[in-house]
């Protein structure tokens, strides 16, 4: 069995697929290619209109995970070109697919999680055999069934005799705390919001998918009155293991805080919203993780030099840095999880992650679609 696994990743955001072609034979792990994608308009407003209950949902969930399908597949095609591979040479494929529901241990107990794919017709369509569906066997088994990078986070980044502090910033926002032992058990848990509502915020007023580099929101205020009652969100004062997504912190969410604030102009909403990520992320930082001297931040928001100038601001006594300066670009790191996690499904290797999700004990994640 080779080691050399595709990871495939579209996030809460909606800012497109991205994919790595990962090598797991070597120290540290390497990536042979990267490539990605964007989500056609039609396609991202289908995807956010089904995180809501609507007209004939099931009908356009399975087309719209057609659709992405043959996203995804164009981005492994990108992947092969890139390193020279025929599919052949490739074990596996770690294929996320596109969260809509998130609600774990809701209704009956139990609760689910939905990502939509395909991971037949990507099978089809690749060639190569799919690993997917990561998240319902630790739903099952009583967690939350996120974050589950934190696992992949330990691999990389942990360093034997020093806490170390990593910060997933996608639509939602995630911290993983690694102890100095790499035996200890790994914390990892969900903020709260991290890119969804800004994004979704910069759409409605100014026709842009996201803030590019913070300079919209640095323009701004921030509201005091309209964070604090932000801040006021039970699920800010939930005990770790906790996964949130756009089933709460949704455009509705958004408006049900603004309420109260119809003379805030849409830049301070923008400043306030940006705000209350960084001070969402730093007060996980501060009660969970303050014995890390650094906070490696990944995800698309780490590209967002305003919120990262807040954070730093919020921990002055930890630095904070992007994960590239750990040998893995930002963009990289969900995507590359998802293919070590892949691999850990096809070796059949279980993953104990009760102290990040709260499940019953170690479980393999995921489900194989032979090609």
């Known amino acids: 069995m080779t080691a050399l696994f595709i990871g495939l990743m579209s996030g809460t955001s909606l800012d497109g697929v991205d994919g790595v072609l990962a090598d797991f034979s070597t120290t540290p792990i390497t990536v042979r290619a990267h490539a990605s994608a964007a989500l056609e308009p039609d396609l991202k407003a289908e ?13 356009r969930a399975a087309l719209a995970a057609n659709t992405l399908m043959r996203v995804y597949a164009s981005v492994v095609k990108q992947l092969l070109a890139m390193s020279g591979l025929a599919p052949g040479q490739i074990t596996a494929i770690g294929a996320h697919g596109q969260t809509v529901r998130h609600q774990p241990q809701l209704h009956d107990g139990t609760g689910y999680t939905l990502q939509l794919a395909n991971p037949a017709l990507l099978a089809e369509l690749t060639g190569i055999d799919i690993v997917a569906d990561f998240r319902s066997r630790d739903v099952a088994a009583g967690g939350q069934g996120a974050p589950l990078v934190p696992a992949f986070h330990q691999a990389v980044f942990g360093k034997a005799g020093q806490t170390t502090a990593v910060l997933n910033i996608g639509g939602m926002a995630n911290l993983t705390v690694l102890g100095p032992a790499l035996t200890d058990d790994v914390l990892g848990f969900d903020c709260g919001p991290g890119n969804a509502l800004m ?45 949130t997504g756009r089933d709460l912190f949704s455009p509705d969410w958004l408006e049900l805080q603004l309420k109260d604030f119809p003379d805030v102009t849409p830049v301070d909403v923008l400043a306030t919203l940006t705000e209350l990520t960084a001070s969402t992320c730093a007060a996980c930082v501060q009660t969970y993780g303050s014995k890390s001297k650094q906070l490696i931040v990944c995800g698309g928001g780490a590209f967002n030099a305003y919120l990262m100038a807040r954070l730093q601001a919020l921990l002055p006594d930890t630095a904070v840095v992007r994960s590239d300066t750990h040998g893995l670009p930002s963009q990289q790191v969900e995507a590359t999880a998802f293919a070590w996690l892949a691999s850990k499904t096809i070796r059949r290797e279980t993953l104990d992650l009760k102290s990040i999700t ?8 995921g489900a194989i679609y032979p090609a």
């Open 358 to 365: 709260g499940t019953r004990g170690a479980r393999v994640l």
């Open 199 to 243: 994004d979704a915020w910069c759409q409605r007023h100014r026709g842009l998918p996201f803030d590019a580099g913070g300079t919209w929101a640095a323009s701004g205020q921030v509201h005091a009155n309209l964070l604090s009652t932000m801040l006021a969100e039970h699920f800010f004062a939930l005990l770790p293991p906790k996964s």
């Open 47 to 59: 995807l956010l209109a089904l995180n809501q209950s609507g007209i004939n949902e099931l009908h």
